[in-house]
């Protein structure tokens, strides 16, 4: 049974989606059911196949022999989304239209969050093209997360669709302290729109695929069993289920709506920038994320982002071996990259050099290419360290001229670790989130709401003053 712990992720999401209020208010205990809504739905057969119908769950492919994935040229991505829009969206019902309207009270907010999802809503919508599913669930990761591969704590859901971890493990996902599948933007996308599918393919109607992602499989078989017979629209809206689940299929609805006529809610759609188009890079060997930045001449900070399955700055050897880049930085990537065979990359790491030493000397002591050792640490062939420097090295060639430093690694949750900075005053620009805000001064969200006391509900503005840091 999938179980998506929908009200801890309602809470979270409440929590690190501030710039949506519609994502951020929690539901009511007393809601009612979703209306019917003007546009009425043909009646559904719902009658369950026998027990031993059993609908195979879409497995997650095989990682290790997938070529990279090639971008598709052409058409925005949203033009390709509403040409598959299967749902009645606005018109459904008029707790739908509250929740267009919510979501889109900051159009520029709005608009920005979209721009930051495009590099993995255009990574769902390829999937769900091939499976020819509806185009309003390349929308469910905005409404779960936002897009965000949120790291989760202790057995709490995760990743941009939040999996709890016995969901993720069923659906072939690896989940261990070195690699987290459901952080893995490409491999839980493939996993979750399978699992879409399934539901599909079982229950035959899109509205009930979306209350059993949010509700359960288990949980939805149940109560069509006591309602075996057709049933319409009115009726399914009144099944009973939890209203927050009810309320979930109104968001994603809201969000289809608003995605087919922006400009009635005053919203202009973001359309991708090259660098956003990403493409799944098969490896040999594993490779330290920080290495593998420079490799692709991509910022660190975004190449741990599209690849936050890894854990560790160092890839494990039994994680999927893939990377997520850039399309436009792919080529360069894989030139750097097989320059040198698939151990040394595996053994690469940070040393402090006990000495002075240059970039020169340290590549013929490596024997690699002297570009390599300039591109891994983002500096010139002619370039000389000073003693105490931390450079990026083969581990046999670092363990005779430097010493470890401590490796760092990807936060299991923002701030966490981090001491507490001193104090300053930040001016809140479109787009900011307290999630990235967070991460960027390297303290907890909790703490920027109570320096700053920001109720759960509360919106960030552009132009607001936000302190980050304790006051003295």
């Not at 400009?263 to 890079?281: I, K, S, Y």
Request: charged share 20%.
């Amino acid at each position: 049974m999938v179980k998506f712990a929908r009200i801890w992720r309602h809470g979270l999401v409440a929590t690190l989606a501030v710039t949506l209020a519609a994502c951020a208010s929690a539901p009511h205990r007393d809601l009612v059911a979703v209306e019917a809504g003007s546009m009425p739905m043909p009646p559904l057969d719902l009658r369950l196949a026998p027990e031993d119908s059993k609908v195979p769950l879409a497995p997650v492919p095989d990682v290790t022999s997938t070529p990279a994935l090639a971008v598709r040229p052409g058409n925005s991505p949203w033009e390709r989304l509403r040409t598959r829009l299967s749902m009645p969206g606005c018109e459904y019902s008029p707790q739908v239209q509250r929740w267009a309207r919510t979501y889109t009270q900051g159009p520029d907010r709005f608009a920005a969050t979209l721009k930051r999802s495009l590099p993995f809503l255009m990574l769902v919508l390829d999937e769900l093209e091939r499976q020819d599913l509806p185009g309003e669930f390349a929308l469910l990761p905005y409404l779960e997360s936002h897009y965000e591969p949120i790291p989760a704590r202790g057995d709490t859901p995760a990743g941009m669709w939040q999996m709890v971890p016995g969901t993720a493990r069923s659906m072939g996902l690896k989940v261990s302290p070195s690699y987290d599948g459901r952080l893995d933007p490409w491999a839980s996308s493939m996993a979750a729109v399978g699992l879409l599918k399934k539901y599909q393919d079982q229950f035959g109607d899109w509205r009930l695929v979306d209350m059993a992602f949010n509700a359960g499989e288990q949980r939805v078989r149940q109560l069509l069993r006591k309602n075996a017979e057709t049933l319409s629209s009115d009726q399914l809206a009144k099944l009973k289920l939890s209203p927050i689940t009810h309320e979930h299929l109104a968001k994603l609805l809201a969000l289809g709506c608003v995605v087919n006529d922006p400009a009635r809610f005053g919203v202009t759609l973001p359309e991708p920038e090259p660098d956003d188009h990403l493409v799944r890079v098969p490896l040999s060997a594993p490779i330290d994320i920080r290495v593998a930045a420079r490799l692709a001449d991509v910022e660190e900070n975004v190449l741990k982002r599209y690849n936050a399955g890894h854990r560790q700055s160092r890839m494990a050897s039994d994680a999927p071996m893939h990377l997520l880049l850039p399309q436009t930085a792919a080529a360069t990537f894989q030139q750097r990259y097989e320059q040198l065979s698939p151990a040394a990359w595996s053994t690469w790491e940070a040393v402090k050099l006990r000495e002075p030493r240059g970039v020169s000397e340290l590549a013929g002591q490596a024997a690699v290419p002297i570009d390599l050792v300039s591109i891994a640490n983002g500096v010139d062939t002619s370039r000389d360290f000073a003693a105490g420097a931390t450079v990026f090295l083969p581990s046999a060639l670092g363990r005779s001229v430097g010493t470890a430093p401590p490796a760092p690694s990807i936060p299991l949750a923002p701030g966490a670790t981090e001491p507490t900075p001193e104090q300053q005053t930040i001016v809140i620009r479109s787009g900011d989130t307290l999630w990235d805000l967070a991460k960027k001064h390297k303290v907890s969200i909790g703490d920027l709401k109570r320096w700053n006391r920001l109720g759960e509900r509360e919106s960030l503005k552009p132009g607001q003053k936000l302190r980050v840091g304790a006051s003295d």
